[in-house]
């Protein structure tokens, strides 16, 4: 069988809601820009999504209350771990072949400064075709908005079923920006040429969200996963 098909069955298999192969030749430069030749020696990158829990995002608006706090925290650590573990077996199957392959962590820091992983999910999840960039510069697919945890492996092996970016759907649509309560988004829509801060200022996001509260929680948010209509009232698995 097919690689492409059987590391597919592989993460279906394991609970990946969304799976897809990115061509990374027409995105090296900002690779290398932002985790060095480590990642933009390979070609290639498996884009492995799952969905976060729709009733657990539906109540973000009570976020105040501990108990939403409490769930939507657990949710978001757990999903990562999902995806590490996922993307640390689809390692070892391709490694098996002959192959090189990089889990990269589903939520890791590299760069203090730029508040940047090793290596952009987002950006292999639009290359693999599952979804755009949307003005919250979250990765927003049809099927569940922003409402998806993202994790990626790198490798040189042969893979050949890979998918195009997708045209950005928002729209007219400002909701994430005009939801956030501290303004971090300038309402941009996404342009492959200009780097984050055209639409998003990380700093401003980061510091609200590690504000603590009286008990000593970190300040929960993700209204900006929670208002997208393009994941509001679509059936997942939850």
């Known amino acids: 069988m097919q690689l492409d098909y059987r590391i597919r069955i592989m993460a279906e298999h394991e609970g990946a809601d969304f799976f897809g192969i990115a061509d990374l030749s027409r995105a090296k430069e900002a690779i290398t820009d932002q985790g060095g030749e480590m990642c933009a020696q390979y070609p ?7 969905r976060l829990p729709q ?5 973000l608006p009570n976020r105040d209350n501990r108990a939403v706090a409490v769930n939507y925290r657990h949710a978001y650590d757990i999903t990562n771990l999902r995806l590490d573990i996922l993307t640390s077996k689809l390692g070892s199957i391709i490694q098996q072949e002959g192959h090189k392959a990089l889990p990269v962590p589903a939520s890791e820091r590299f760069d203090d ?4 992983a090793v290596f952009s999910h987002k950006l292999a999840a639009n290359l693999a075709g599952l979804g755009w960039i949307g003005k919250s510069c979250l990765l927003v697919t049809p099927e569940a908005g ?28 400002s909701e994430c920006v005009e939801i956030c309560p501290i303004s ?15 639409r998003y200022d990380a700093k401003k996001c980061e510091n609200y969200v590690n504000k603590t509260d009286d008990n000593g929680d970190w300040t929960v948010c993700g209204l900006c996963i929670y208002i997208c ?5 679509k059936k997942g698995k939850y």
């Open 113 to 116: 400064e730029r508040i940047c």
């Open 229 to 233: 209509p393009h994941g509001k009232n």
């Open 184 to 198: 971090a988004f300038t309402g941009e829509s996404f342009r492959e040429d200009e780097g984050r801060e055209a």
């Open 146 to 173: 922003p409402r998806v945890r993202w994790a990626t492996v790198l490798t040189d092996a042969p893979l050949t079923i890979t998918g195009e970016p997708m045209e950005v759907q928002c729209g007219e649509c």
């Open 44 to 50: 290639k990158a498996i884009s492995i999504g799952i």
């Open 55 to 59: 009733t657990i995002v539906d109540e």
